[in-house]
């Protein structure tokens, strides 16, 4: 399937050449010590007093030459391994919201490390996710295992690829012992890393941090699996035009993902972003905006002109519950987006502009990426499919319900949805009138009151366990 493009080759040269005078003219502020020592020694002007970075045009070209066309992540089974772009679109959990909506009663709370062990148990079970990033924080986290309550829970219970982050230096080396104690050893974990990092180290308009910074060093060095987003807001952390949006966040992509490539050249990377457009009406965050889905399409067209994958939170939803609202938001963006050729999608399950996680709308976006996969396959063109002979056969006036033809293809050129409503109206009145919100719940009750297939076995667990004291238990399981 061919990409929609916004701007034509003349205007994503431009967009990259006023983004190299960003950082050459403007510069960006750098707070880690160790990241601009980095940039000094690879030509880039430096400011020890203002922490200012200036990364000159041939700097900029020399070392994106450096970047690489694919991405991989790893899951604990192999067979849930994906590579981007050659497995797009990517259908990935939108992440860290404080809030769940309780399946029982449906209030907003605070998420605990029992809903992430659900959550993961959930999309283990759910073929249009290929990722879980982790969707909640972990209100119930004993003191020094913020991470350990979200990691822990999330790999205990999911075989895919689990992606999330850490706040500093030390919760990511209890993070990466976690990993080794699941592989076996530090060397097995190294030969097959099977926790995904994410961090966003710059913090828009053109500043990095120094905690997320020292971890995307680190995590660089040792060749572990990172990748950055970048996140600008037009009108509050950008300018207030798509352009501009998209220029200051091509700028900030280019700055962190150059310095990968000094750290280490090759290290894979991917043009993630969660670039919107505020509605300054009352200053609300809007990342349910179909604007969302334009820069990511930019952003995508941007990253094919760096040759290197693409992807973001997209098919968000600005909706507090889950309803039309949310629907339209999270359909719309993320088909342009896949129309844009975009390849990685962090749009799953979130409600109220990513702060509450909600079991229902993370099932029916399981069904749109699931349409999303199916939009992506196309028509496949073949000889065979034109079926020029079976019409000849079949002839005007006949049928083709009992044809082999169609008993063969019957599960594979139509999606069979399984919480959108196809049955007669008076079908669906005899089954109680149930909506998608309603269908949605009854199924997730259905898969989570199944054995969890996923779940660590007792040796693992227990050196998990003995390694780490008090740590949550882990343990999915819900029957609303």
């Known amino acids: 399937m061919r990409s929609a493009e916004y701007l034509t080759s003349e205007e994503v040269v431009r967009i990259h050449e006023a983004s190299v005078e960003i950082l050459e003219a403007v510069g960006i502020l750098v707070r880690n010590e160790k990241a601009r020592a980095i940039y000094a020694k690879h030509g880039c002007q430096t400011d020890s007093a203002t922490m200012m970075v200036r990364i000159p045009r041939n ?11 694919t991405f991989a992540f790893k899951g604990r089974n192999p067979e849930f391994d994906r590579t981007i772009p050659d497995d797009r679109p990517l259908i990935v959990t939108a992440s860290s919201a404080p809030n769940v909506i309780d399946p029982e009663t449906g209030e907003e709370r605070r998420a605990t490390s029992t809903d992430i062990a659900n959550m993961a148990f959930l999309v283990n079970e759910l073929p249009g996710y290929d990722i879980f990033s982790i969707a909640t924080l972990a209100e119930d986290a004993p003191d020094g295992q913020f991470s350990l ?79 950055c987003t970048v996140a600008p807001t037009a009108g509050m952390t950008s300018p207030m035009s798509l352009t501009g949006t998209l220029v200051l966040g091509n700028a900030e992509f280019l700055a962190v993902s150059l310095l990968q490539q000094m750290v280490r050249a090759g290290t894979p990377l991917i043009y993630a972003v969660l670039s919107t457009v505020a509605d300054l009406r009352d200053g609300s965050y809007a990342p349910g905006g179909i604007e969302t889905g334009m820069l990511q399409t930019a952003h995508s067209q941007m990253a094919r002109f760096y040759n290197v994958p693409s992807g973001g939170y997209v098919g968000l939803t600005s909706a507090h519950v889950n309803d039309a609202q949310s629907g339209y938001e999270t359909g719309m963006s993320a088909t342009a987006a896949l129309l844009g050729g975009t390849d990685m999608f962090n749009m799953g399950g979130l409600l109220g502009s990513l702060l509450s996680f909600d079991f229902a709308k993370a099932m029916i976006d399981n069904e749109i990426g699931l349409m999303l996969k199916r939009l992506h396959r196309g028509l496949e063109f073949s000889v065979e499919n034109l079926g020029l002979e079976l019409i000849a056969k079949v002839g005007p006036g006949g049928s083709y319900l009992e044809e082999a033809h169609t008993v063969e293809r019957m599960r594979t050129t139509a999606l069979l949805p399984t919480i959108a409503i196809r049955a007669m109206r ?55």
């Open 59 to 69: 700097v900029v070209e020399e070392y994106r030459q450096a970047f690489v066309p």
């Open 149 to 227: 309550s979200r990691f822990y829970p999330a790999l205990k219970n999911c075989l895919k690829p689990v992606r999330s982050n850490t706040p500093n230096m030390e919760e990511l080396r209890q993070i990466l012992e976690l990993g080794a104690l699941i592989a076996g050893s530090a060397s097995a974990y190294r030969e097959r890393p099977l926790i995904n990092h994410h961090c966003c180290p710059v913090v828009s308009p053109l500043s990095m941090d120094v905690e997320t910074t020292e971890q995307l060093i680190y995590l660089t060095e040792k060749s572990l699996p990172v990748y």
């Open 426 to 480: 008076s079908t669906w009145e005899a089954q109680g009138k149930p909506d998608s919100h309603v269908r949605a719940m009854q199924k997730a009750a259905r898969i989570l009151s199944h054995v969890n297939p996923a779940k660590f076995s007792e040796d693992i667990d227990t050196r998990i366990r003995s390694r780490f004291q008090g740590l949550v238990t882990g343990e999915a399981g819900w029957k609303p």
